[in-house]
């Protein structure tokens, strides 16, 4: 006993600590490399190679971008609100690194086995917004914030059809918990049943993260860069691996949602998580080689009068059949 | 819990303070922000997870941004800061902040003499219990908020609406499918 | 009703399209030429590094003329002439200013002995600037470049280094005009 703890639980301590180490730097450096590898995967789609000269197949180039980023001047412009604009870009990596602690990347590797767990995972991506928002404000420049204009619109009306989507697959699981909705989908993936919420799920996940087609906040043709066109060095670079890092976020949570986590056959649970997340990052590029981005006002559009009410039948027929069943 | 509890609850006093004290209203709103926060933790070292995650997601994730949202658009710089801490003397928040400290001294005894004040435990409780309270005993009270709700709807749909804006467009762009209502959302 | 059926079919049906055309671009083979390794094929008359030929006697072919010099739009020519003890006029010092050249081609179009001509290359560059300044010296090739017999003072009707006007090729005997005879 120290400090009347008892060792059992400075063990569970300890490993807690270390998991949370392993999935915050898992997670930084999987991000990292999803920029060479959608370097390399737009280059591909699109009959060019990208970047292959530094290191093996171009996968230095990250390194060697990042360095460049590093020594950057750290500018903060004379008209900006200093202490909002640096905090700004923490905001967007405390959130989107937050919402990691939950996801079940296997059976016993879960940081916070929060019994509200996707309402976590709500409330984080709903928090993310600040940084957009006060990244453009105090940034005291007009494309700024035109763009966290639109992205605070757009986020706080997918964040809608996001947790709409989502309720279906509680409703099957009948809990919260992400360990446990897992382990609803051993007879069969929610994405069957569900196919609906998983469409938009990852149709709002991607607007919620602002990644193409839905990037208006950051359309380089009529904003310059949006939100964080004052931005440079390293607080730009936290924009940048904060967007990446969501990619993977929605991917770990399409996967945990929808392709049922860790569950497989032969190989180990974390190779499953693994390979079925990456596949999605994967589609995520491919979605950005592919697709257009929509007008302002295609874009609430859609989500109001064709999202929310495909949302809003599911989560009803849903509810209907489980109370039917039980 | 007991611990996170009052640490949360000193965070959440002194970012309410700074809330009404700061002359900057970005500022103030980032105070707001940080105090529902640790509001929200307040209620999870209560044990009522589910309460401290609606009040993140609603509260700071819908209601104040929208609220950051309108302050911004107000073009404020720093006369209005100046103007604001004009406003904020100390002769003006003295009575208040008397009245306020009398408020709080009668909630502190009725609760330490009083015996309202329980232990902190955090016994969870979870989102099911929660449901069955709400559609059990206080069904009427939901039915209520829904009504209200509806009409709060139906009210800005109605001021939303741009009757001459809708007309122009039709004449302009025959039956086809309106892309303008979005906007307007 | 239908028709809105009918849209969200077609606009769904056209995303998925493009999602899959575009996948199936990773079998297609790449456009890109690996530029240092895998040199780009260049025709004869690409415009690169400007060079200065002799004609087939090995003589400059330049004249000094500034022709070149007033075509170019960017004014990179600078030319100072000079003349040998013959009268033949040839550059004293031929400058071009690589680092503003645009690589045109108004020069070589200007030039009436086809001495300046473009070559495809190029490979110029420098860490310095001051060294893309090319002097008469780099300029000079010992070659005729684009056009192998050509010899301007051997066509030109100007008594130059022994040649006698009306001497040239495909020239007549000068007409004299102090007679009526023909």
Redo the contacts between chains.
Sequence with gaps: MIFGISEHEILSIVVTAILTIVTLMGSVIMAALMIPIERRLL???????GP?RVGPFGSLQVVADMIKIFFKEDWIPPFA?K??FV?APAIIMFTTLMAFAVIPFTESWTIAN???GI??L??MS??G??SV??A???SDNKYA?LG??RT?AQM??Y?VFM?LSLLGVVLLAGS?NLGDIVESQRGMWNVIPQFPAFVIFFIAGCAEIHRAPFDLPEAEQELTAGYHTEYSGMKFGMFFVGEYLGIVLISCLVTTLFFGGWLGPWLPGFVWFFLKAFFFMCFFI??R???VRP????????????LLPIALLNVAITGAIVVAQS | METTFFIAGIVALAATLRTITCANPVHALLYLITSLLAVAIDFYALGAAFAATLEVVVYAGAVMVLFVFVVMMLNLNQETVTRERHWLRPKLWVGPSVFAAILLIAMVWSMTVGGAIGGIEGTPLSANAVGMALFGPYVLVVELAAFLLLAALVVAIHIGRDERNEARWKAEHGERETTQAGEQQ | MKNAAQNAFSATSSVLRTIGMTFMHSFRKRDTILYPEEKPYLPPRYRGRIVLTRDPDGAERCVACNLCSVACPVDCISVVKTEDETGRWYPETFRINFSRCIYCGYCEDACPTYAIQLTPDFEMGEFDRQNMVYEKSDLLISGVGKRPGYNFYRVAGMSVGGKDKGQAENEAEPVDIKTLLP
Excluded: C, H, P
């Design positions: 280059g591909l789609w699109q009959d060019r190679y292959n609100d202490a909002v905090i929060l019994n509200v309402l976590f709500l409330a709903s928090l917004v600040y928002i006060f453009g404000w105090s914030l966290s204009m605070a706080i009306s964040e947790g919260f491919l979605l080689a592919a697709t007008r302002y006002d295609q874009l609430m559009a859609f989500g109001w009068k064709v």
